[in-house]
């Protein structure tokens, strides 16, 4: 089993800047894929961004390209999301999940792992 304890969300005014950071815990975390979502209030989840388990691969969906980055400690066991120029329609609940594979995925249903996530709220 892999723990992820999210943190780091809150209220930011737009244009601001966020760093949320998952701490896991369980077994062999530190070889594991991890990936970064979020889901607004009567949407979908949508897949923001994930990275490899050595930090050599990473992926960032369109939408999110050029403002989030994803970036992974293994000595620590964390994996952070540095979230720049906030909007409004970033405003939504963020989750880190952890896939059991050295390669990262797209879709939520390639995770295995996931945390209670923490609320982003951008005000205009």
């Known amino acids: 089993q892999v723990q992820l304890v999210e943190s780091g969300g809150g209220l930011v005014q737009a244009g601001g800047s966020l760093r949320l950071s998952c701490a896991a815990s369980?077994?062999?975390?530190?070889?594991?894929?991890m990936g970064w979502f979020r889901q607004a209030p009567g949407k979908e989840r949508e897949f923001l961004t994930a990275i490899s388990w050595n930090g050599g691969i990473t992926y960032y969906a369109d939408s999110v390209k050029g403002r989030f980055t994803i970036s992974r400690d293994n000595t620590k066991n964390t994996v952070s999301l540095q979230i720049n120029s906030l909007k409004p329609e970033d405003t939504a609940v963020y989750y880190c999940?952890?896939?059991?594979?050295?390669?990262?995925?797209?879709?939520?249903?390639?995770?295995?792992?996931w945390g209670q996530g923490t609320q982003v709220t951008v005000s205009s």
């Open positions: 369980g077994r062999t975390s530190s070889s594991y894929a």
């Open positions: 999940a952890a896939r059991v594979s050295t390669v990262p995925g797209s879709t939520a249903d390639s995770y295995d792992y």
